[in-house]
């Protein structure tokens, strides 16, 4: 890894005094500032770290009012722009992740190989079964929403927090616009996958210790739902037809058309003759399951033009400021 580069390491926090000291010390000596963002805790976490804690990389940033992970996690991207980072790992106070593994998160992005990084604690089967059971199934189904909404169809575990960045590649987010609450790191792939940024899985184990989450994914899988929907269409118009043609943009619309048109033109047929008592004429059956057919095979070759329309160029060396050039 070039030494260099100046990594900074941002951590949320909010109701996790009990762990973010321990958080804080594991942190190894390569990464050059440590923000901490309080998001208007109630146990007054900045004062505990700013009290009790001794190192000189830690800068405390307070919120005066609760803006949600994602909104914490901007801050610290700010913070980390403007005292110039290079890139940026965001990992949670509650001693979830572990920190050894910070440098696999940052690797990819500085051999070039990637402009974001997540982890994925899916990738080993065998420790998996220590992760509770709805939460398992809780992350299948969003991993499956997130696929279509952001277009990473090779990325699982969408909500897992620990991510890295690199500068030039948050400077172009839109902050104002990313989701601020629990929706932040799936809407994350969404803005990222805008950019055509290439984003990787880093494999990781889940840690479970005596940390309370905040997070209850039985009770935001619907608000989830709605939101990755609201970005698939979003995605499918920037990608397909605002800022490209290609065969695929005619496949969908024109699938969708006529699968439509051989559901509804053949339930109302078939509707029409059970109420009359008669069988419906092979002909309309045929008018009706023609099209019907010749839609799903044009959603599906759209389906699979998506998938391998992956980013697979990362653009965080081609965006590198005027500045660093000179300095260089």
């Not at 109630?42 to 009790?52: C, L, R």
């Not at 405390?60 to 992970?69: C, L, S, T, W």
């Not at 106070?93 to 190989?113: R, S």
Request: charged share 20%; net charge neutral.
């Amino acid at each position: 890894m070039n030494m260099q580069l100046k990594i900074a390491v941002i951590i949320p926090s909010y109701k996790v005094r009990e762990h973010i000291l321990a958080v804080i010390e594991s942190i190894g000596p390569e990464i050059k500032r440590i923000y901490v963002v309080e998001d208007c805790c109630p146990d007054q976490s900045a004062n505990h770290v700013e009290t009790h804690c001794k190192d000189t990389r830690v800068v405390v940033i307070r919120h005066a009012e609760n803006q949600g992970v994602g909104g914490a996690v901007m801050t610290g991207y700010r913070a980390a722009i403007a005292d110039g980072m290079d890139i940026f790992v965001k990992i949670d106070g509650d001693g979830q992740m572990d920190t050894d593994l910070i440098l696999d998160f940052i690797d990819p992005i500085a051999k070039g190989e990637a402009d974001y990084t997540k982890g994925n604690r899916f990738f080993d089967l065998e420790k998996i079964r220590s992760m509770p059971t709805m939460r398992l199934f809780g992350n299948a189904a969003l991993s499956l929403m997130c696929k279509l909404s952001s277009g990473y169809w090779n990325l699982f575990d969408p909500t897992n927090g620990f991510t890295a960045i690199h500068a030039n590649v948050a400077r172009r987010l839109p902050f104002e616009k990313i989701s601020h609450r629990y929706f932040f790191e799936t809407d994350m792939l969404f803005r990222l996958n805008t950019l055509r940024a290439v984003v990787v899985d880093v494999p990781m184990d889940a840690r479970y210790g005596d940390e309370v989450s905040n997070l209850k994914i039985s009770k935001i899988v619907g608000e989830f739902l709605v939101k990755h929907i609201r970005n698939f269409f979003k995605r499918i118009f920037y990608n397909y037809f605002l800022r490209d043609m290609s065969l695929a943009s005619i496949e969908l619309p024109l699938g969708l058309l006529l699968f439509s048109f051989g559901l509804f033109f053949g339930g109302f047929h078939w509707m029409e003759s059970s109420q009359a008592g008669v069988s419906t004429p092979a002909g309309t059956v045929m008018l009706a399951a023609m099209p019907a057919l010749m839609g799903l095979q044009l959603i599906l070759a759209f389906v699979s033009y998506d998938i391998a329309a992956l980013p697979r160029r990362p653009i965080h060396p081609h965006r590198t400021p005027a500045r660093r050039v000179v300095d260089n």
